[in-house]
């Protein structure tokens, strides 16, 4: 029975130290959309890597249509009609959409390159896909979503015939995430096999046909989505049954403690802040929703002293506060953990010490010397209280997995002391276990008086953790829901508000 | 102890390479009888020293993820300053050679400063200032050297202390200075942290405009030190003095083991880097290998350096 269009057997590959795979096998068929999961450091990207000629394993076999194929470079995987896009889009920003199609194989005309007909050519294939995507504009000007979009049009302008999607939803919003399954589907119809990793369990069951799990560069087993429970996938993930994946008790009526008022960015242009009026009160968990683009980010950059120009009044446990900048903030207790890691918050080739103690020098550097003792104490007990996973101090931060990586940054900031601690999308591209772990970190920290406010484009993160949930639409606080009242549905309604005016109307307090 | 290791350890393939040529120019023939002599090793320092000021300065502008290029036109500005200072206008040697420093420092300050403040790479700005420096040295020297004969000027650059070379002593100094400023305060950390992630020092709140400024402001400093140096050495101002000593810089610190993208490396590779690109220079000048040649064996050995350097680190790194 060979009616699979890619047969992966016995795969194994090992870096220096590690066996990153081990005898995986993965079973793709036509037309199928086939999920691949697994926690980081599980070897999906490894394997993906295999697929598309990037690494060559050592031992294993790879067939298409059941005939056995060497896919031994870059080109031979392409050649066999297999296409990656890549987590990070690699695209040359500065050059239009039909450049990037056609880039490397571009059309040649009497003279020279033949722009009109690459952007014709592209043009049509975008419009296959009813993309509303120019061809002649530049991918600079390009949402992620769209660049996403493009890629995926290059991927099958090469006739492929499996396409592996790495994380593709991890930046975009929901609707633009609705109009790439949308994609997707229309894809599977015709044939063409669909290897999709994610980390967000919610979108399996809407878009993919078979999961097949990894860990720890093991084969765990391929299931049929619909007839799986999520904590059946969840549990072969992680290896073990996952008692409670939120944890959070709630509190209600605290004292208020932070205030935040008529915060505003100050810019004429582009405004992203707009009178935004919010409070938070003693130990709780506030949530903020909102479509990507609401505003919430540069709402907090306001409040932490980062936006330079802008307006508005803190007040904290009763003090007007005046923050004229990231230190001001941190001194009075307001801590920021940025939503990108990689661009806002990781020295990447530093070490974990390193990326641990930057906020808090002061403890040990003084009067030329430094007291590594202190450094590395300060260290370790962060370590311990985020559970962090690291072979030592000195390792490269870079090295560690996502939500290693996540802990140290969680870590860096919690040395600060702080008594309010934004946390900004605290658990994106970070796997299960370890986002179980931070919920219950959070939940641990409001106990010992700390409040936070999270920012979440995950509804379900939003929806069970948040005692209070502000959603923001368009640079305004469109309504603010009780933990008790919440639901997607209520989330949505405000987050696409389009006038703020009716939104007052819309306010549940 | 095992800080000494570690730095063996960490500098394991530079320190070879610099064992290597040593050990190369001592039992090569023509080299042996003059190669360990006190006066050779005394002349590579005096030669090196300068080199080892600006590389400091450099090192520190390079982990900041940027490049200063101006370095070399500020010698040749500073020198042909405070000479002019001391033969033109009669002032003591004490202030023309502070004259000197204080130009380069000046500099360096408005380097930091336009980089600092607006979004223009440190590449463009310092280019610009390189050729307003060298413009400068020109105008103010007419194009000729500005001769300085007396022992107070010769002291810095030409004199000893206790037998040993003034410029020795200084770059000992300077290099000490820059180790305690880069390690042991809090701003050395800073400086990691910008060239490692601009966007996150901002997020932690680290100051990244002062931290700049300070940087280039350092660097100027140094050069406006090595500038008096040389002025010192050549007993008069001369504005071709220092020309490519920008590249000798950066050669020695990128051999050093500090990469050019920012946010890593050590100021104890950089003062090997210029101890492999000082002997480089002396040994092929004992061994009579025409002055021509050198520059085409200079850049093979810094080519080679780095790449066994990068393979090295590469095995590490998988």
Known sequence: MSNFLLEMKNISKSFPGVKALQGVNFQLLPG???????????GKSTLIKVLGGIYIAEEGEIYIDGKQVAINSVNAARENGISIIHQELVQVPHMTVAENIFLGREYMGKFGVDTRRMIAESQKMLDRFDLGIDAASEIYDLSIAQQQMVEIVKAIS???????????????????????????????????????ISHKMSELNEVC????????????????????????????????????YYTRDHVKNTPVFFKAE????????????????????????????????AGRSETMQCIFGLTRGSKGTVTLDGKKLNIRNAVDAMKYGISLVPENRKVEGLYHVQSVAFNSTIEVLHEFIRNLMVNSKREHEITQEFIDKMNTKTPSHEQAVTNLSGGNQQKVMIGRWLATNPKILILDEPTRGVDVGAKAEIYEIMNELTKQGVSIIMISSELPEIINMADRVYVMCDGRITGCIDYEDVSQEAIMHLATLESADSARDNTAH | MTKVKRYFKDNLGIIAALAVMILFLYIFPRTHSTFLTKT?????????????????????????????????????????????AVVWHGMPEIVGILIAVL???????????????????????TLASMNIAKGIAYVYSGGKPIRCMTDAWKFLGA???????????????????????????????????????????????????????????????????????????????????????????????????????????????????VLIIGI???????????????????????????????????????
């Open chain 1, 158 to 196: 090469f006739n492929c015939r499996i396409l592996v999607m790495d994380e593709p939803t991890s930046s975009i919003s929901d609707r633009e995430v609705e109009q790439l399954f949308e994609i997707m589907r229309n894809l599977a119809k015709q044939g063409v096999g669909i290897i999709y």
């Open chain 1, 209 to 244: 046909d078979r999961v097949t799990v990894l860990r720890d560069g093991t084969y765990v087993g391929t299931r049929v989505v619909a007839d799986t429970p999520r904590e059946d996938l969840i549990a072969m993930m992680v290896g073990r049954e996952l008692d409670q």
């Open chain 2, 103 to 125: 130009s380069g420092v000046i500099f360096g300050l408005l380097n930091g400063l336009v980089i600092a403040k607006t979004q223009i790479p440190p590449f463009i700005v």
């Open chain 2, 280 to 318: 480089l220079n002396n040994g092929l000048n004992l061994m009579g290998v025409n002055s021509d040649w050198q520059y085409i064996i200079k850049g093979a050995v810094i080519l080679l350096a780095v790449y066994t350097d990068f393979l090295r680190n590469r095995k590490k790194g998988a």
């Open chain 2, 159 to 273: 004199g000893n202390v206790a037998g040993v070379p003034t410029p020795v002593i200084t770059m000992t100094v300077v290099f000490i200075v820059a180790v305690l400023f880069l390690n042991r305060t809090r701003i050395g950390r800073h400086i990691y942290a910008v060239g490692g992630n601009d966007t996150a020092a901002k997020f932690s709140g680290i100051d990244t405009a002062k931290v700049k400024f300070v940087v280039f402001s350092f660097s100027g400093l140094m050069a406006g030190l090595a500038g008096i140096t040389i002025a010192s050495r050549l007993y008069s101002g001369t504005c071709t003095s220092g020309d490519g000593a920008e590249m000798d810089a950066i050669a020695a610190v990128v051999v050093g083991g500090t990469s050019m993208s920012g946010g890593s490396g050590k100021l104890g590779g950089t003062l090997i880097g």
């Open chain 2, 40 to 84: 050779n090793i005394f002349n590579v320092l005096r030669q090196s020293s300068t080199n080892l000021m600006l590389a400091c300065g450099m090192t520190m502008v390079i982990i900041l993820g940027g490049i200063d290029l101006s370095v070399g036109s500020i010698i040749a500005m500073s020198g042909v300053l405070g000479a002019a």
């Open chain 1, 32 to 42: 199928e959309i086939h999920a691949l999961l697994g926690e980081n450091g599980a």
């Open chain 1, 262 to 293: 008529h915060i505003d960015d100050g810019k004429k242009h582009h405004k992203r802040v707009n009178d935004v009026t919010f409070e938070v009160r003693q130990g709780e968990i506030v949530g903020f929703a909102g479509l990507v683009g």
